[in-house]
Structures are given as structure tokens and as C-alpha cells.
């Protein structure tokens, strides 16, 4: 199974794509998760990425788009994945579909989360992540068990530098701009499918679920 998770910055995105690849047993691919790994380890890609990241604009399609295929060729692939945060532009959206057709293959779905601007600046206030493992909390929605430490792996708890809210704003001007048109996209291909993100997230993935079937 391939799915597409959409959505605003601070949607539920990564939140909903963990759940779903622990119960479908395919991996999460999140291009800012990879990022910031880049960025943690110090390498040349991470430099390059921080300096867009750090402003809430997309790091270039050019550097996301064969980091991307690269990693559909690792062996955990072979059953499917849930992609989070790419494809968010529709030059990235064509290169994957390119890409898939090459080999008789095709997105199933396309999931957007749907959550009103106005709830996602504060949601991002509250968002905390972990510098060890990188899971993510909300001090209000999905608190940890100590205050400031994972709940996983004990590390600590850190806000992201693109969570600051003149950063939101600007990340959620771009998704507007350059991400929000995929919906028509995915629409086009008939795999698109619609979520309320504004409720508990044991409801979104219910909905989801839904969608995918057991
Ligand atoms: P990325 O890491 O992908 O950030 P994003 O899309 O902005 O998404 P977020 O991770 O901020 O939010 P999310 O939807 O996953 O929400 P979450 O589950 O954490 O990208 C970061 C940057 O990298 C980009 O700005 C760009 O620069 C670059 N980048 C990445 N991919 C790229 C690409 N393909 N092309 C170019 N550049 C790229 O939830 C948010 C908070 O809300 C959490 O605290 C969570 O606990 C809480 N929450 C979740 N669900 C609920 C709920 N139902 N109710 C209450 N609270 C909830």
C-alpha cells in the first residue's frame, strides 16, 4: 500500500503516519524527519536544508527529489510506505508519479488532513519533540508522563526552531501556495480522500482506517 499523507504544517501528518505504519507494518517517510536528521549529524544536505527550513520555505525540489527515490530503494519498501511531507509541490508530485509508472506502480491514496489555519498556530506552540528519537508530544493533547522528557528513550524534549509562530506563518503561507494545489491533483487521479483533523487523534486514525481498510 502507497499513501500520501496532505495536510497544513501541523496538521497531525507525522502523528497519523506513525499510528498507520505500526498497523500496517510499512515504513514512515518523512522528508523533514530526514532533514533534521541531516541537520543533527552535520552533514552538507543538512546545512543546505537548514537555511530554507529555518525561514518556513521549502528546501529546493531538486535536493528533496533524489534523496526521496534513494530511499524507495531500501528493502523495507517493497510492501509500500507512508509518505509525510513529500510529495509538496507539483513538479515533486510529477517526479514521483514518473517514477512510479516507470515500474507499473501507483499511489493508492492521497489522505488530507484537514485542520483550519486558525487551530494550527496553537497546536504548534504546544508541539514538543524529542532530540534522542525525535517522537513528537503536544503539552496539552499528548502530554509525556515527565514534564520535558521522552517518554520512549528519556531524552530531552525541545521546541523545533520552525515551530517559532512568525516561522508557522510563513510555513503556512507556503503550504498554501505550493502544497494546497496537490489536493486538486490527487482529485484528478481519484485517490484523494478527506479527513477531519480537528478531533482526537484516536478519531483521525479511526477515519483513516476507514478509508484503508482492516
Ligand atoms: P515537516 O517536518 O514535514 O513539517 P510540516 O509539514 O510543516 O509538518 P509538521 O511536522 O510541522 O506537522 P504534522 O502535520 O506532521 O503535525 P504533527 O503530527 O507533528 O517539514 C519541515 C520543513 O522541512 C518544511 O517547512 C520544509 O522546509 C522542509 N521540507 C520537508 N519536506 C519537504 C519537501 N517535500 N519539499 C521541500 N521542503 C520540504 O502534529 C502537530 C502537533 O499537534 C503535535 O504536537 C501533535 O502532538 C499535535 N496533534 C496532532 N494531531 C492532533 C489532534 N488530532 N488533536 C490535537 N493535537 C494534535
Known amino acids: 500500500m502507497k499513501i500520501i499523507m496532505l495536510g497544513a504544517p501541523g496538521a497531525g501528518k507525522g ?11 510499512i515504513p514512515h517517510i518523512s ?11 552535520g552533514t552538507e544536505l543538512g546545512a543546505k536544508a537548514k537555511e530554507y527550513m529555518d525561514k518556513g520555505l521549502l528546501v529546493p525540489d531538486e535536493l528533496v527529489v533524489d534523496l526521496i527515490m534513494d530511499r524507495f530503494k531500501a528493502d523495507d519498501c517493497k510492501n ?6 513529500f510529495p509538496r509541490t507539483i513538479p515533486q508530485a510529477e517526479a ?10 501507483s499511489i493508492d491514496y492521497a489522505i488530507n488532513v484537514e485542520v483550519p489555519d486558525e487551530n494550527i498556530v496553537n497546536r ?8 534522542g528519537c525525535g517522537a513528537t508530544y ?7 508522563k515527565v514534564e520535558g522528557k ?20 510563513n510555513r503556512l503561507n507556503v503550504y498554501h501556495e505550493q502544497t494546497q494545489p496537490l489536493i486538486d491533483y490527487y482529485s484528478g487521479k481519484g485517490v484523494m480522500r478527506e479527513v477531519d483533523g480537528t478531533v482526537d487523534m484516536q478519531l483521525v486514525f479511526d477515519s483513516i482506517v476507514a478509508i484503508l481498510g482492516e
Do not use: W
Open 15 to 25: 502523528t497519523q503516519a506513525k499510528m498507520l505504519a505500526a498497523k500496517y507494518d
Open 31 to 41: 522528508t523533514g524527519d530526514i532533514f533534521r536528521a541531516n541537520i543533527k549529524n
Open 80 to 85: 509500500g510506505y507512508i509518505l509525510d511531507g
Open 96 to 105: 514521483l508519479d514518473k517514477a512510479l509508472t516507470a515500474v507499473g506502480e
Open 124 to 131: 504548534m506552540s504546544g508541539r514538543r519533540a524529542c532530540v
Open 138 to 144: 503536544h503539552i496539552k493533547y499528548s502530554p509525556t
Open 150 to 169: 521522552c517518554d520512549t528513550c528519556n531524552g530531552d524534549l525541545i521546541i523545533r526552531d520552525d515551530d517559532k509562530p512568525e516561522t508557522v506563518l
